[in-house]
Structures are given as C-alpha cells and as structure tokens.
C-alpha cells in the first residue's frame, strides 16, 4: 500500500483553489483520529509557553494542515515548517500568503541534519519518526533546537498494529514506513538518550478509533489504489458510513486506552 499516489491525487486539487484547501483541510480535521488528538493537546500546551510570540517548529509539516491550525487559533505564535517536499511547501506558501497568514515560514529541510540552537518553544512532529531509519539523530536535533522549557510533541504508529502490522511477518500498509511504529517504552528510552528527562505518552487509536480509521481511511485507500474511478463513489461510501466513522472516533477520544495502534509523547527540555 502506498500513500502517496493517493496523496498526490488531493495535493494537484487543493493547488487549484485556496477553498479547496480550507475544504481538505476541515476534511483532514474531521477524518484522522489523529488529528482529534493532536489539536487537543496543541491547545492544552502553547497556553502555557511564557514567551510573548512563541516560536514553533512544524517538523515534517505535509500540507500544512498544522502550521494552518496554530496560525489561527494562535496567531502571536512564529511558525517554521518545515519538510522534504519541495512541491508540497511550495503549494503551501502560496497558500497562506492568500490567506493572510503572514507568521508561518515554510522551509526545505532535512530532520536528520537541522541544526537549530535553542530556537523554539515547541516542536511538533506528526507521524514522521516512523520514516526515519536515525530516528535518534533526530530526537537529539530536537532537542538542541528547543529552547531551555520548550515541549516537544510527538505523534507516531505504535507498535501494536499502528502500520496494521501485528507481528514481524506483517507487512507495513503503509509501504513508506521504515519502522512499523513505537511502543511508549521505546520512544521514552530513545528521548533519554537524545537529553530529555521529562515525558508522558498516552496511546490512541482504540478499540473504536482502530475500527474508525479501518472504514473511513483503510478500506477507501485500498479502492483508490485499485483505480481512481472510485473517487467518484467515495461519496456516496461516505454518505452512509460517515455518522459510525465519526461517532467511533469521538467514543475513542472519550475512552481510557490501554493500548492502541496510535501513540503520542509530550517531552519538555
């Protein structure tokens, strides 16, 4: 399975049209689990930084569909995102220049060769380590570029299914992943090597969540690898699963879990 052929399927729309991509990026708010936890925590944590405009790194920011979340519901807070794709970014900062939002810098930059001193306030980094082969290099450029207090926030498959590989034999669904996830324990040992010594993880992706991301994103990413005519069903799929899918995810967000195929990490310098 390969996401990004899919990926650049809705990258060539949104292009097109600044409300295509406000429109895709409510879409990604609403669909990705993830994206539920992410935005909680965002709006639990950058409350707390002291600093009068907080500087934020979007490590490995895709769409931007993060650095756009911050810029409006936070717009004192400096935005560097930051990734590999050169198109994506590209597409982004024409973007927000439309839109008015003048306090994000978008950059091409390698995660493993940043080398950033005690710049920012809080890194986010969603579903990237994963990608990574020196995920420990990276942690320790992390933790440079925070400032003394700053947060660091990683979301990442774990390793009980998160890549829907559930032993050694599997095979990640998601071909692009170098690891199949992390397990807290993991991610905890490699922060203390890397210099933090304060962090807390939770996981996600329930019982519902898992089941959720399985018939909201799984099973129509396996139609659209197939052939993209089915794009042209996706909403008459969606027209009939979409009140479950949604009602899963908000049962996920409202359960204690034990263990999950998700898993997020909150570390302070």
């Not at 001193?117 to 992390?142: G, P, R, T």
Request: charged letters at 25%.
């Amino acid at each position: 399975m390969h996401y990004d052929p899919v990926k650049n399927i809705f990258a060539r729309f949104i292009k097109s049209n600044p409300t295509f991509r406000k429109i895709f990026y409510s879409l990604l708010n609403l669909f990705f689990l993830r994206s539920w936890y992410i935005r909680k925590v965002l709006k639990e944590i950058i409350p707390k930084i002291t600093t009068e405009t907080p500087e934020i790194l979007d490590a490995g920011t895709g769409f931007g569909q993060y650095a756009y979340f911050i810029a409006r519901k936070f717009p004192n807070t400096k935005i560097t995102a930051v990734d590999i794709k050169e198109d994506y970014l590209n597409d982004a900062s024409d973007f927000f220049k439309k839109a008015n939002l003048r306090n994000v810098y978008f950059k091409i930059d390698d995660l493993t060769k940043i080398n950033y001193e005690q710049k920012f306030d809080l890194i986010l980094c969603v579903d990237v380590m994963e990608h990574i082969e020196d995920d420990l290099s990276v942690l320790k450029n992390f933790y440079r570029a925070l400032k003394s207090g700053g947060y660091l926030i990683i979301n990442t498959p774990s390793v009980y299914g998160g890549s829907d590989a559930h032993n050694e034999k599997d095979v990640s669904f998601i071909g692009e992943h170098f690891r199949t996830g992390y397990s807290k324990e993991d991610m905890f040992e490699k922060l203390k090597q890397a210099g933090f010594n304060t962090f807390s993880g939770f996981y996600t992706y329930g019982f519902w969540g898992d089941k959720a991301w399985r018939i909201g994103i799984k099973y129509p990413m396996l139609l659209l690898n197939l052939s993209k005519l089915f794009l042209l069903i996706l909403p008459i799929y969606y027209l009939f699963t979409l009140p479950f899918f949604i009602l899963m995810n908000l049962i996920d967000t409202k359960s204690k879990i034990e263990i999950g195929t998700g898993l997020i990490v909150i570390s302070r310098k």
